[in-house]
């Protein structure tokens, strides 16, 4: 029986994605259907600071200290016991194991944070509250990817709908009724430090033209927000659309998500959108839960490598 369990949700990013990086509005809902789990199972008796990390997934196990520096399991569990100022370490084995893709636009990475850090918290007798999680994930985040927004390690660390503003308060949206969407990835990896990087480039490049559609982005959150909360799902299939219109001016889409989203539409969905840095990684699509699975299929037959149906509440 292990000793604590921690889970952590996957996230999509409904509207505003680079646009939040520079303190434009955003909303993101966690994906309950993929996550991220550790298990943590005490070793009394063995020497104390053995921490054997296992992976599920991969088959692998190494000792915490034999992991490369570069790993973000090992910074993440050294920065948590580091926070949590820690001297003498229990001995422990964790195991590993998701059903979120990596590098896909689902929040892989803040999600092995929030889950690593809360198991770690628990495991040695402290209850930390979401925001500070969120905190502690969201320094985990610069390191991996430079600049982020910090949308990712919060939805994922309060696992709720929220209207993000960088640096503000998050504010928690609540939907009538459940949201149905469908996920499909394009198989392409989507690198979210050099994709938020090529961004900040043409920024430099370029500010009053990205600077006006980045607004644009941020002007569609915000209409978003109310037509969420009114739940008037048509509206907000029209403002995915229109978000992606900008994402494709912004240069981070691709063929392949363009293809998707546009069968996406063919196939009945409300609206549809690339979700995440982009150039790669997932697309979603809202629709009303019976067009669902003729959706799913559709994205499979058009080259998704993997297409997956959601509700959200
Ligand atoms: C990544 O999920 C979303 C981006 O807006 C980056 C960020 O907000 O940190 C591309």
Same mark, same amino acid.
């Given at each position: 029986?292990?000793?604590?369990?921690?889970?952590?949700? @996957?996230?999509?990013?409904? #509207?505003g994605?680079?646009a939040a990086v520079y303190g434009f509005p955003a909303i993101a809902?966690?994906?309950?259907? /993929? &996550?991220?789990?550790?298990? #943590? $199972?005490?070793?009394?008796?063995?020497?104390?600071?053995?921490?054997?990390?296992?992976?599920?997934?991969?088959?692998?196990?190494? #000792?915490?200290?034999? !992991?490369?520096? &570069?790993?973000?399991?090992?910074?993440?569990?050294?920065?948590?016991?580091?926070?949590? +100022?820690?001297?003498?370490?229990?001995?422990?084995?964790? /195991?590993?194991?998701?059903?979120?893709?990596?590098?896909?636009?689902?929040?892989?990475?803040?999600?092995?944070?929030?889950?690593?850090?809360?198991?770690?918290?628990? #495991?040695?007798? $402290?209850?930390?509250?979401?925001q500070?999680?969120s905190e502690?994930?969201f320094?985990?985040?610069?390191?991996?990817?430079?600049?982020?927004s910090g949308i990712?390690?919060s939805v994922?660390?309060f696992?709720?709908?929220l209207f993000y503003v960088k640096n503000q308060s998050v504010e928690f949206l609540? $939907?009538? &009724?459940?949201?149905?969407?469908?996920?499909?990835?394009?198989?392409?990896?989507?690198?979210?430090? *050099?994709?938020?990087?090529?961004?900040?480039?043409?920024?430099? &490049? *370029?500010?009053?033209?990205?600077? @006006?559609?980045?607004?644009?982005?941020g002007?569609?959150a915000l209409?978003?927000r109310?037509?969420?909360?009114?739940?008037?799902?048509? *509206?907000?299939?029209? /403002?995915?659309?229109? +978000?992606?219109? !900008?994402?494709?001016? %912004?240069?981070?889409?691709?063929? *392949?998500?363009?293809?998707?989203?546009?069968?996406?539409?063919?196939?009945?969905?409300?609206?549809?959108? %690339?979700?995440?840095?982009?150039?790669?990684?997932?697309?979603?699509?809202?629709?009303?839960?019976?067009?669902?699975?003729?959706?799913?299929?559709? %994205?499979? @037959?058009?080259? @998704?490598?993997?297409?997956?149906?959601?509700?959200?509440?």
């Amino acid at each position: 029986m292990p000793a604590i369990i921690s889970q952590a949700p @996957a996230k999509t990013i409904l #509207f505003g994605e680079h646009a939040a990086v520079y303190g434009f509005p955003a909303i993101a809902v966690p994906i309950n259907t /993929l &996550s991220l789990r550790v298990s #943590f $199972f005490a070793k009394p008796g063995q020497a104390q600071g053995m921490w054997l990390i296992r992976n599920k997934d991969t088959g692998t196990a190494a #000792f915490l200290s034999d !992991l490369p520096e &570069s790993d973000p399991v090992r910074k993440i569990i050294r920065f948590a016991v580091s926070e949590l +100022n820690i001297q003498q370490l229990p001995a422990a084995e964790l /195991l590993l194991s998701s059903t979120i893709p990596i590098a896909s636009g689902l929040g892989s990475s803040a999600a092995l944070a929030v889950a690593l850090i809360r198991g770690v918290s628990q #495991f040695l007798g $402290f209850n930390l509250p979401p925001q500070r999680i969120s905190e502690m994930a969201f320094e985990m985040e610069k390191i991996q990817h430079g600049n982020p927004s910090g949308i990712d390690n919060s939805v994922i660390a309060f696992n709720q709908p929220l209207f993000y503003v960088k640096n503000q308060s998050v504010e928690f949206l609540t $939907f009538k &009724s459940p949201l149905t969407i469908v996920l499909a990835n394009t198989g392409i990896p989507s690198l979210t430090r *050099e994709v938020v990087g090529e961004v900040r480039s043409k920024r430099e &490049s *370029e500010p009053e033209k990205i600077d @006006a559609l980045l607004s644009e982005i941020g002007q569609i959150a915000l209409k978003a927000r109310e037509k969420l909360v009114q739940t008037d799902l048509t *509206e907000v299939g029209c /403002l995915l659309n229109e +978000n992606h219109v !900008l994402l494709q001016q %912004l240069g981070v889409s691709c063929p *392949e998500l363009d293809c998707l989203v546009d069968t996406a539409r063919k196939t009945g969905a409300l609206g549809a959108k %690339l979700c995440g840095s982009g150039k790669g990684g997932n697309m979603i699509a809202l629709t009303n839960p019976d067009r669902a699975e003729s959706i799913r299929k559709a %994205l499979l @037959a058009s080259g @998704a490598i993997q297409a997956i149906t959601a509700e959200v509440k």
